[in-house]
Structure formats: structure tokens, C-alpha cells
């Protein structure tokens, strides 16, 4: 009687083997679709930063407005807020505002933020700065 259910597990996992199918390691040919190739995303232009106004004094620029850029840390278990991440996020909307400059004002880190326990916070004026 033992023997019959051994060779019913024997019999299940023979089935399990054939239906596997390993990848192969050959290079598989591109299918065509009907659907049209998506270019990768555009990087955003680079935006220097400025941390000092003088820097700016004999440059011709407009300002487009102010940016700021923050890094959350939502619990303790959390990894701590970077400023440099903070500082990388404020480049980021400033060029999404066509900017290819920021005047940093502050970057600091702050503990009295809703929502997260500790944050890092950059603030800094977009600027478009000519190159005459």
C-alpha cells in the first residue's frame, strides 16, 4: 500500500519536470510589433549652481522664479534626510523651469515638518543666465 503513493508522487513530479521550460542563453530575435519604438527619456539640461550672488555680478540673467528641493525622512527606521539629494531635486525643477542656473539661498535640515520626522530642504532662485 506504501508503494502506491510513492509512485503517484513520482508520476506528479515527472509532469512537473516536462512542463519546465529553461531560458535558453541564445539571443532571441526581436519581435515586430504594431506599436511604435519609445525613445529614453530626455535628461534634464545641467544646472549649475551658484552659491554665491557675486559669482553673478558680471553675468546677464533673468530670473524665473524661486525652486526648492527636499529629501524626507518618514520615520526613525528611515534612512537619514541628504542634503545632497535635496540639492539634486532643486537642479531638477529648476531645469524643468528651463533654467540653466540656481542661486542657492539655504540648505538646512528641519525637524517640525508634517509627515516626515526629519527633512532636508534647499531653496534657491531659478535663473537663466546668458552667456555674452
Known amino acids: 500500500m506504501r508503494f502506491l503513493p510513492l509512485c503517484l508522487l513520482a508520476l506528479m513530479l515527472t509532469g512537473c519536470v516536462r512542463e519546465y521550460h529553461p531560458i535558453s542563453s541564445a539571443p532571441s530575435r526581436p519581435q515586430a510589433s504594431s506599436e511604435p519604438t519609445r525613445k529614453p527619456a530626455s535628461r534634464p539640461a545641467p544646472v549649475k549652481v ?26 526613525t527606521q528611515d534612512s537619514p534626510p541628504n542634503i545632497a539629494t535635496a ?25 517640525s515638518t508634517p509627515g516626515c520626522y526629519r527633512q532636508a530642504i534647499c531653496q534657491g532662485s531659478a535663473l537663466k543666465v546668458s552667456n555674452q
Not at 551658484?50 to 520615520?75: H, I, N
Request: glycine residues 4%; contains cysteine; proline residues 2%.
Open 50 to 75: 551658484y552659491t554665491d550672488a557675486t559669482d553673478l555680478v558680471s553675468k546677464p540673467f533673468r530670473d524665473l522664479g524661486e525652486v526648492s528641493g527636499d529629501d524626507c525622512q518618514t520615520s
Open 87 to 111: 540639492r539634486k531635486r532643486l537642479q531638477v525643477k529648476a531645469s524643468q523651469m528651463k533654467a540653466n542656473a540656481v542661486l542657492l539661498h539655504k540648505c538646512e535640515i528641519v525637524s
